[in-house]
């Protein structure tokens, strides 16, 4: 089994996770909406639909390993083929009906990040891509390649800032005041693998968020990426399960966002 063969599986199980999804986001006034923690929501909706992509994946590479968020949150060691799943990324856009979510599947290869597909069933929309093959979106419409924007300055941009609602972090207060003092605009849509291929597909400048899991920056990562966009390191043994920043951008303004991030934050 080749890349090839992954990324056509990957192009074909993505839109399917997405209407499964869909089906259940349609009905969301049926699910029992349960707390992991403060701000922290879950349904039957999130498991069913990691269970489903992590089935296939078992049928169709019965030996890659898989990391999801719901029902495998952590892995040993850098294996040689991993998955790595988001199954809802914005699941409280998801619960209250607001239509900005995904499905976000990535696959990395030693280490490296090689596949990624966000699935955004709303719109009927998926961006997938492959390393040094680029970034795509197909929809109704066909297939169009992704090209992020051409911004070269910060003053002007538009940027996404997540973060997550789980706890406190005054760090966002110095960077939304140092983006007011440098005219940047800045938004947060509370999803941060759409954000990011948003970013791809040209509508954001940049995202930035100061602590991501792996499963939802990866796909989103390489989709910047092959855009031609800036991304900074995402530390540790990529595509596993850590926590980091994320700092993704126009190539035009990556270095010089990178920069004010660390200055107002102290990330590396
Ligand atoms: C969250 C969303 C949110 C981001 C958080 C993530 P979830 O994922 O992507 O935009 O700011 O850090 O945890 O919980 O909706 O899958
Ligand atoms: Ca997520
Ligand atoms: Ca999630």
New binding site residues.
């Given amino acids: 089994m080749t890349i090839d063969d992954r990324y056509r599986f990957l192009q074909s199980l993505s839109p399917r996770a997405g209407t499964y999804a869909l089906d259940f986001w349609r009905r969301r006034a049926e699910l029992v909406v349960e707390l992991k923690g403060p701000q922290d929501f879950v349904s039957h909706a999130d498991r069913a639909v990691e269970a489903m992509i992590r089935d296939e994946i078992a049928r169709a590479f019965p030996g890659d390993a898989f990391l999801g968020?719901e029902t495998a949150n952590t892995i040993e060691g850098t294996p040689e083929r991993v998955w790595i799943v988001?199954p809802?990324?914005?699941?409280?856009n998801f619960l209250r009906g607001i239509p900005y979510w995904n499905v976000s599947i990535a696959y990395a290869e030693r280490g490296v990040r090689t596949l990624g597909a966000v699935c955004d069933p709303v719109a009927g929309a998926v961006y997938h891509g492959r390393r040094g093959g680029g970034a795509w979106r197909t929809d109704a419409a066909g297939e169009t390649r992704l090209a992020a924007t051409g911004a070269t300055a910060l003053p002007g941009s538009l940027i996404c800032i997540?973060?997550?609602d789980r706890f406190p972090d005054p760090r966002y207060l110095a960077l939304r005041s140092a983006f007011m003092d440098h005219e940047v605009a800045f938004r947060n849509f509370?999803?941060?693998?759409l954000q990011l291929a948003h970013v791809a597909e040209g509508r954001y400048d940049a995202y930035v968020?100061l602590e991501?899991?792996s499963w939802?920056a990866m796909a989103g990562l390489l989709l910047v990426e092959e855009a031609g966009g800036y991304a900074a390191p995402f530390p540790g043994p990529q595509g596993l399960a850590v926590r980091a920043p994320v700092i993704a951008s126009v190539g035009g303004i990556g270095p010089a966002l990178h920069a004010l991030v660390r200055e107002q934050t102290g990330i590396a």
């Fill in positions: 968020e988001d809802i990324d914005g699941t409280h997540g973060h997550s509370g999803c941060a693998a968020e991501l899991s939802d």
